[in-house]
């Protein structure tokens, strides 16, 4: 099986894709700010205290799902490690050279960085128990810090099938779909599942129905509309009339499509989020632009 584009563990690929979409117009502060992240979390990867917490989150992921316990990941193991990451990821992305990171989301990463390690580790576990939990501009910081534990927790966890698993939450850490992605008949990845969703937090790729709103579970054709960008075959904007909320779709299938790194092109195509809020629409999780 192949592994999924851009999938845990792949910040390189990541990093390499971001840097070449870096001019996209409209999008370059949040793909310079999503380069610096990229590049802070590959090199915090290889630290042995991350690989070890990594470890610790794994480490029981086959019995739990034997049981069907969900998510795989062991979560409170790894609040610690998360919480001490967060000042270093503010360190390295708000150092001067860095990347501009607007206001006010870099004082909120110094504040948090600043804050007592109770607060941290509470602020932690919360954003672990439900991301939505926690005030978004912190939910940034604390995913910088915890991105290279969980994705390399998630890069050794075995995904379950769509007859084990159909939620709209990540089977492997809770986390929420930060995109959705139509795979490449060829299998691409999980032949027969040609929709996944993709985890904002691990980065896992998971099978998921594919004309069922992400947000609300609505199926009824009518109640869903699917809108094509203009130039951009490959990407689309999947709104639900009954919650309105939205998800972008990535069609890996289409013309020039053989690139896109999906996680990436959440960023690079900020302008598509401007015009789904135009029409009303918003989403579940924020993209890295929104924050
Ligand atoms: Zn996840
Ligand atoms: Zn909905």
Same mark, same amino acid.
């Given at each position: 099986?192949?592994?999924?584009?851009?999938?845990?563990?792949?910040? &390189?690929?990541?990093?390499?894709?971001?840097?070449?979409?870096a001019s996209?117009?409209?999008?370059?502060e949040?793909?310079?700010?999503?380069?610096?992240v990229?590049g802070?979390?590959?090199?915090?990867?290889s630290?042995?205290t991350?690989?070890?917490?990594?470890?610790?989150?794994?480490?029981?992921?086959?019995?739990?799902?034997?049981?069907?316990?969900?998510?795989?990941?062991?979560?409170?193991?790894?609040?610690?490690?998360?919480?001490?990451e967060?000042?270093?990821?503010?360190?390295?992305?708000?150092a001067?050279?860095?990347?501009?990171?607007?206001?006010?989301?870099?004082?909120?990463?110094q504040?948090?960085?600043?804050?007592p390690?109770a607060?941290?580790?509470a602020?932690t576990?919360?954003?672990?128990?439900?991301?939505?939990?926690?005030?978004?501009?912190?939910a940034?910081?604390?995913?910088?810090?915890?991105?290279?534990?969980?994705?390399?927790?998630a890069?050794?966890?075995?995904?379950?099938?769509?007859?084990?698993w159909?939620?709209?939450?990540?089977p492997?850490?809770?986390?929420?779909?930060?995109?959705?992605?139509?795979?490449e008949?060829?299998?691409?990845?999980?032949?027969?599942?040609p929709?996944?969703?993709?985890? &904002?937090?691990?980065?896992t790729w998971?099978?998921?129905?594919?004309?069922?709103?992400?947000?609300?579970?609505?199926?009824?054709?009518?109640?869903?509309?699917?809108?094509?960008?203009?130039?951009m075959?490959?990407?689309?904007?999947d709104?639900?009339?009954?919650?309105?909320?939205?998800?972008k779709?990535f069609?890996l299938?289409?013309?020039?499509?053989?690139?896109?790194?999906p996680?990436?092109?959440?960023?690079?195509?900020?302008a598509?989020?401007?015009?789904?809020?135009?029409?009303?629409?918003?989403?579940?999780?924020?993209?890295?632009?929104?924050?």
């Amino acid at each position: 099986m192949r592994k999924p584009r851009g999938g845990p563990g792949e910040f &390189g690929r990541r990093l390499a894709r971001a840097q070449r979409v870096a001019s996209t117009p409209g999008a370059r502060e949040p793909l310079a700010v999503l380069c610096a992240v990229l590049g802070h979390q590959g090199v915090r990867a290889s630290d042995p205290t991350v690989t070890a917490a990594a470890a610790l989150t794994t480490a029981a992921a086959e019995q739990r799902r034997a049981a069907n316990r969900f998510p795989l990941l062991d979560l409170p193991a790894a609040v610690d490690q998360i919480a001490a990451e967060v000042p270093r990821a503010a360190d390295a992305l708000l150092a001067p050279g860095g990347p501009t990171v607007p206001e006010p989301l870099a004082s909120a990463g110094q504040q948090l960085a600043g804050a007592p390690d109770a607060e941290l580790q509470a602020q932690t576990e919360r954003w672990l128990e439900d991301p939505t939990w926690v005030e978004p501009r912190s939910a940034f910081w604390i995913g910088v810090a915890a991105g290279p534990i969980l994705e390399l927790g998630a890069a050794v966890a075995t995904v379950p099938p769509r007859n084990e698993w159909i939620g709209a939450a990540c089977p492997v850490c809770g986390g929420t779909a930060q995109v959705s992605v139509i795979a490449e008949e060829t299998g691409e990845f999980m032949a027969g599942s040609p929709r996944s969703l993709v985890c &904002g937090r691990c980065a896992t790729w998971w099978a998921f129905a594919r004309a069922t709103c992400v947000a609300c579970g609505e199926a009824q054709p009518q109640r869903l509309g699917s809108y094509v960008a203009e130039g951009m075959p490959w990407a689309r904007i999947d709104a639900c009339n009954t919650c309105h909320g939205y998800v972008k779709t990535f069609d890996l299938r289409q013309d020039g499509a053989v690139d896109l790194v999906p996680l990436v092109e959440d960023t690079a195509t900020v302008a598509l989020d401007l015009w789904a809020s135009d029409q009303g629409f918003h989403r579940p999780v924020r993209s890295l632009a929104g924050v």
